[in-house]
Each structure stands twice: as structure tokens, then as C-alpha cells.
């Protein structure tokens, strides 16, 4: 007779949405211990409600902001009050604004900063350590294609990206002596999650994900399994390894060819929205959901295509 294994202790943030939401239900489907972080807490509440539905040994919501490294170090202590051990922590807390350099409000370009890059590392600053005495366990980081190249009017999460790219190598290269510690690092295109529709923007319009779109199942999944089996591979998706070489082989040709692509593919000209700072700030827990339901990519390009069309149409001869 087979046992079934016992019930990991996964700690997921940005749980209460997209990538995180789906990382949770994952584990939750397995049996495992499940403990939900984002600074909402009415949508973890509902994440903690599905993951008991679908099979979690025990679904616990802990109400933090990752930039908060004092709330970070809390989270944690109590995870090991609670479980004695953390097996898995899945960090997707991430927030994008829209703008050129000079455009971003500097507290919204901060704020970017902060959750996406500096709580890495406070979650890294505090759950390593635990990692490390236990000899065993895995960290994944959220990145992201963007964090491997240059597109125009993304230039905090470009930078925040960057940062966290960097930051998983060196976690890596500073946790190589302990084989059963896994330092994971899942870089993601296009995923339909709500971040596109939470984004601060100064463009009177926001995003929406690039083709080819993967679903924040399919992402979650990768995200676990590199994480419980320390795989080296970062990006998800051919596509991502295409970009990249145009990026580093052709940067002349990349640098032309990116601003028309990244308007047609990863904007939306179809919806003006009001510039503001989307959930950078403070959560908008009433956007927060498992997927972003952004349509077919092909249509959306087909929709900025018409508007853009349209526009140069209405222009005085
Ligand atoms: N969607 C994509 O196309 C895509 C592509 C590449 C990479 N990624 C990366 O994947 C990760 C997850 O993105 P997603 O698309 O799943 O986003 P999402 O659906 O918007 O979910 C973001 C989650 O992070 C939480 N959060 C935001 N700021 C936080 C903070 N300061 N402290 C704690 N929690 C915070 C949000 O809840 P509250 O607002 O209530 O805190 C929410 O639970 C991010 O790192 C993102 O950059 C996404």
C-alpha cells in the first residue's frame, strides 16, 4: 500500500490574486499547509475559503505588506510558531506601473521599487535563514521576461525586474554548499492574471499580456515544481528565449522594432482608463481574482490595430 506524502507547509504571497491565488489552490489540491500573504484581506479570506474547498490540511491568511520587512519577519515567525518548518514559499507579490522614466511619480516609482525588488529581498532576508537551518526547503522568486531586456513606458517594474533577476543568481551562488536548499526563479511573458487592469498608469490607458499568454495554472505549476526541485531553467515558454536573443544579439534591430511591437502587443489603445496609481500604493482588494479574463491576444492586437487606424484616419489632411 502507498502513503500518501506528508502535507507540505507552503507559504505563498501575493496569494490573493493571479500567479499566487493559483499557487495556493495547487498546493491546497495536494493537502498541504497553506499560508496566504498579500496586504488585502478580504480576498485572502476568499483564496483561504476555495483552498479548504479543494483539499488544504489547513489554510492560514496573514494580512502583510512585503515591503514592511519588520511585517515580513513576523509572517515568518509565526509560519514556524504554527508548523516548526516551511518547506515551499512561492513569492508572487508584485504590482506594475505604466509610464516613462521621467513620467512615474516618484512615490508610485518607489512604491514599484519596494514591493517588487526590496520585498524579495526582505522575504529572502528572512526565509533563507530558515532554509538554511532546516537544510532543506525552496524559495522561489517571481521575475519575469521584462526582467531581461528593455521595453518602453514599463520603466519601474523594468528596473524592479532586473533587480530580482539579480537577486535569485545571488541567492543562488550564496546557497550552493546546501543541495537540498532550492533558490528558484520563475520568469514568466505574458500570464492572464489582473495586474494588467491594477496597474498604475500615467498613458491614460494600461497593459495587457503579450502573446504567446500562459494561464496562472500553468505558471503556478512551474513555480512549484522548480522550487521543489531547484531546476536551473528560469524562463517559462520558448517565446521568452526568442525575445532575449533579439534583446542581446540584435540590439540595434531590437531597439527600432520593440516600441511598435510592445504598442500593438502589450498595451490596450481599446480602453482609456484614468491615470492614477492602480493597487501600487494600496491594495484594491475588489480587483483581485485567479485570472485577469483578458481575452484572446490576437484580437486585442487586432483591436489596437483598428484604433490606431481609426486615428490616423481622423487626422485633418
Ligand atoms: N501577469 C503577468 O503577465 C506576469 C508576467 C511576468 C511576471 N509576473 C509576475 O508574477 C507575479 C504575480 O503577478 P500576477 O500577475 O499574479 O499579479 P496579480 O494578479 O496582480 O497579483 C498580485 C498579488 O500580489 C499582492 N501584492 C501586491 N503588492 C503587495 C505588497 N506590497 N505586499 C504583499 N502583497 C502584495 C496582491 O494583493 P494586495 O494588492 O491585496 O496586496 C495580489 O495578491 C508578480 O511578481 C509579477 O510581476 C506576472
Not at 70 to 87: E, F, P, Y
Not at 218 to 228: F, L, N, S, T
Request: aromatic share 4%; hydrophobic share 45%.
Amino acid at each position: 500500500m502507498t502513503t500518501a506524502p506528508d502535507p507540505q507547509v507552503v507559504l505563498v504571497t501575493g496569494a490573493s490574486s493571479g500567479i499566487g491565488r493559483a499557487a495556493a489552490l495547487r498546493a491546497a489540491a495536494r493537502g498541504d499547509h497553506v499560508v496566504l500573504v498579500a496586504r488585502g484581506r478580504t480576498a485572502l479570506e476568499d483564496t483561504a475559503r476555495e483552498c479548504r474547498e479543494v483539499g488544504a490540511a489547513t489554510a492560514e491568511v496573514m494580512s502583510a505588506d512585503v515591503g514592511d520587512d519588520a511585517a515580513v519577519a513576523r509572517v515568518v515567525d509565526a509560519v514556524l510558531s504554527g508548523h516548526k518548518t516551511i518547506d515551499l514559499v512561492v513569492h508572487a507579490a508584485g504590482v506594475v506601473a505604466y509610464g516613462r522614466t521621467e513620467d512615474v511619480p516618484a512615490d508610485v516609482f518607489d512604491a514599484v521599487l519596494r514591493t517588487n525588488l526590496v520585498g524579495s529581498v526582505n522575504v529572502a532576508r528572512h526565509v533563507v535563514p530558515v532554509l538554511r537551518r532546516q537544510e532543506h526547503g525552496g524559495l522561489v522568486l517571481l521575475g519575469s521576461l521584462i526582467g531581461h531586456i528593455a521595453v518602453p513606458t514599463m520603466s519601474p517594474y523594468v528596473l524592479s525586474k532586473w533587480g530580482v533577476h539579480a537577486l535569485a543568481r545571488q541567492l543562488r551562488v550564496e546557497n550552493r554548499d546546501l543541495p537540498d536548499v532550492h533558490i528558484a526563479y520563475v520568469a514568466p511573458g505574458g500570464v492572464d492574471t489582473p495586474i494588467y487592469a491594477q496597474a498604475a498608469s500615467c498613458l491614460g490607458i494600461t497593459g495587457r499580456p503579450p502573446p504567446p499568454v500562459d494561464s496562472p495554472e500553468r505558471v503556478a505549476r512551474i513555480a512549484i515544481r522548480r522550487g521543489e526541485r531547484g531546476q536551473r531553467r528560469r524562463q517559462v515558454g520558448l517565446a521568452n528565449d526568442l525575445v532575449r536573443f533579439g534583446y542581446n544579439a540584435l540590439p540595434g534591430l531590437y531597439d527600432v522594432l520593440i516600441g511598435p511591437l510592445f504598442s500593438a502587443g502589450a498595451l490596450d489603445h481599446t480602453r482609456q482608463v484614468p491615470d492614477g496609481p492602480g493597487n501600487v500604493l494600496e491594495s484594491r482588494e475588489a480587483g483581485n481574482a485567479l485570472h485577469g479574463n483578458q481575452g484572446k491576444a490576437l484580437v486585442g492586437i487586432l483591436g489596437n490595430l483598428r484604433q490606431r487606424w481609426r486615428a490616423v484616419a481622423d487626422q485633418p489632411a
